[in-house]
Each structure stands twice: as structure tokens, then as C-alpha cells.
């Protein structure tokens, strides 16, 4: 019986060594410690968290259902020959078809318009080189297989005040009626007077002016040699003004 005791002793003393002792983990190399405490870990957590949060809001935005405008187009206001960017968020899953369209045109992907995709969820209409002919309404069109939405702004151009044809000088015979024509342009839509040899022309039935959207007319009733001088159009807005000159002679 102790002879067995003593045999069993040794193996028993060394498990009891090994369990009591565990080896302990080798130190981290140099230059690889992380201190909770730096301030450019603790930032480096910070955006991680940012991160993820941002990830996990974008998946549950995109769950499957018709199209949501997050953040609506807004009007603009440009100078003639800048570019413009019509910008919009949206929510739409599965992807959608997306259209643009000015005043009910539909408006083709190209030089003149682009269209614009950004992560994850901003679209956007780029007009290039803006002018008179580009103010108006436009309209976005979102659609996928569970509907569709709408969002529209309005695109307004400022344009200085400018004659682009002034009127031809000419010759009228006593008796006669005399059109004086200049056509003009400008955004906001521009003051517009007439003047002979340099003094402001007051109108009656005999001698009066009409302005269009794009023209302006003198009109010079029963014509006589007193009507013959330098007759002058101008044009006014707040960004600008410009004028022009014509000669009438009566024969």
C-alpha cells in the first residue's frame, strides 16, 4: 500500500506544478502598445462609431417601397453664363429610374444638361453655360417598381440689360408713318425709354412707343420735316444698361 502511494507521488507533484504555473503571454512588440488614452485613439474611435452608425441609417432607409424625396430642390438664382447645379436626397430601393425635365420638356444627359450621381442618395441636374433660354421650371422624376415622386425649383437668370439690334437710320417722306425698331434683352426685365436729339420723347396719339418682351417700337405718325434728328433707345435693368442710335431724315 505505500509502496503504490509513493509510486503515484512524482507524476502527481508534477500535474499539480504544470496546473499552478501557466506560461505567461509573451509582451506586445515595440511600437505596437495601444494606449486607450491618447487622444488620437480615442478619435480614431469616435469616427468608427460615426461610421457605423451612418452605415446602419443608410441600410434602413433602403428598405424596398416607392421613392421619398429627403431634401427638396431649391430655386437659383445665376448670372448669365455660369453653370447651375439643381440638387436633391432621396430615398428609393431598389434603385430608381431617374428623369429630368424643364417645363414638361424632358431633357436629355449631355453637354448642355448632366445628370449627376453622388453617394449614396444625392442626385442632381447640371445646366452649363446659363442663359435666357434656360429660366423656367425644372422637374424631377423618380420611379421604381413600387411608384414614383416628383420634386420641381425654378431657375432664374439675371442678365444685364442690353439692345441686341438697335434700329436702322432711314429716310421717310413727309405725311408718312416712321417704325423705329430695337430688340432687346434682360433679366429682370429691363426700363426702356426713347429720346430725340437727346431729350426724353413725350408720347401722344401722333408719337408714341410699345415695348415687347423682346422689342421695342417708335412709332412716328404723319410724318413732318420737324421729326428729323437723332433719335436714341435705351435700355436699363439693375444689372446694367446700354443704348443705341439712329438718324431720320424727311425728304
Known amino acids: 500500500m505505500c509502496r503504490a502511494f509513493l509510486f503515484l507521488m512524482p507524476s502527481l507533484l ?3 506544478m504544470s496546473k499552478a504555473a501557466p506560461k505567461k503571454p509573451a509582451p506586445p512588440p515595440a511600437g505596437f502598445t495601444l494606449d486607450i488614452n491618447d487622444p488620437q485613439v480615442q478619435n480614431a474611435a469616435i469616427r468608427i462609431q460615426a461610421s457605423y452608425r451612418g452605415h446602419r441609417s443608410r441600410k434602413e432607409m433602403r428598405e424596398k417601397g416607392p421613392p421619398r424625396v429627403l431634401q427638396n430642390l431649391k430655386d437659383l438664382v445665376l448670372m448669365e453664363g455660369s ?3 439643381l440638387e436633391c436626397r432621396i430615398s ?3 434603385d430608381p429610374f431617374i428623369r429630368w ?15 449627376i450621381f453622388e453617394d449614396p442618395d444625392i442626385v442632381a441636374l447640371v445646366v452649363r453655360d446659363a442663359g435666357l433660354p434656360d429660366l423656367g421650371k425644372y422637374t424631377i422624376s423618380v420611379k421604381n417598381p413600387f411608384g414614383e415622386c416628383f420634386d420641381s425649383a425654378r431657375l432664374l437668370i439675371e442678365v444685364p440689360a442690353k439692345i441686341e439690334r438697335g434700329p436702322d437710320s432711314t429716310k421717310a417722306k ?3 408713318t416712321v417704325n423705329l425698331t430695337a430688340h432687346i434683352s434682360g433679366e429682370p426685365a429691363p426700363d426702356v425709354g426713347w429720346a430725340k436729339d437727346g431729350e426724353d420723347i413725350e408720347e401722344d396719339d401722333r408719337l408714341y412707343y410699345n415695348i ?3 422689342s421695342t417700337t417708335l412709332t412716328i405718325k404723319k410724318v413732318t420735316p420737324a421729326d428729323a434728328g437723332k433719335y436714341e433707345v435705351f435700355v436699363e435693368n439693375s444689372l446694367g444698361m446700354d443704348q443705341s442710335f439712329a438718324r431720320l431724315d424727311v425728304v
Not at 424643364?102 to 436629355?108: R, S
Open 174 to 176: 413727309k405725311g408718312s
Open 14 to 16: 508534477f500535474f499539480q
Open 92 to 94: 428609393a430601393f431598389p
Open 101 to 115: 425635365s424643364k417645363d414638361g420638356a424632358e431633357l436629355k444627359d449631355g453637354p448642355k444638361y448632366r445628370y
Open 83 to 85: 453653370a447651375a447645379k
Open 212 to 214: 415687347g418682351s423682346d
